[in-house]
């Protein structure tokens, strides 16, 4: 445990995002792990809160004249190096056996999710995210 710990979203891979088609952007948040973090962010309540975003990234559309959109497949994926930079995450938090994604819009706000736990008003949204922890002594 001596040392510190980083995490890296390697890819995120999605048939599409409809809940999220005019937000533009999509934040990867890990809530319970990035705790230590000295950036903030205001929500959409109007809150400054530690930020837990693991990666932020644009959601792909296509606009026609007639206003229609396209849903596009959502692919994301990022090579690291020894030089890339992670976001520091709490150990304890991850050795615990619980690890909590969470979808938020660029307001900082979580996705609605239903009874069920799939998004609101979108339950055939699927998603998976690839996450790379990494030890650094």
């Avoid at 040392?3 to 890819?11: I, P, R, T």
């Avoid at 693991?54 to 994301?76: A, G, R, W």
């Avoid at 706000?109 to 690839?130: F, I, K, Y």
């Amino acid at each position: 445990m001596n040392g510190k710990w980083y995490a890296f979203l390697e890819g995120f891979y999605s048939l599409g995002m409809p809940t999220q088609e005019e937000k533009g952007n999509l934040k990867v948040c890990l809530r319970d792990l990035i705790q230590n973090s000295h950036d903030f962010v205001m929500t959409a309540q109007g809150k400054c809160q530690v930020d837990d975003t693991l990666e932020v990234f644009p959601i792909p559309t296509v606009f026609h004249e007639d206003n229609s959109i396209d849903i596009i497949p959502l692919t994301f994926t990022q090579h690291f190096t020894s030089s890339s930079v992670g976001r520091q995450i709490n150990p304890t938090s991850l050795i615990s056996g619980d690890l909590r994604l969470v979808l938020r819009n660029i307001d900082h706000s979580a996705l609605a999710v239903s009874v069920d736990g799939a998004p609101d008003m979108a339950a055939g949204e699927r998603w998976t995210a690839t996450i790379l922890f990494v030890h650094k002594a």
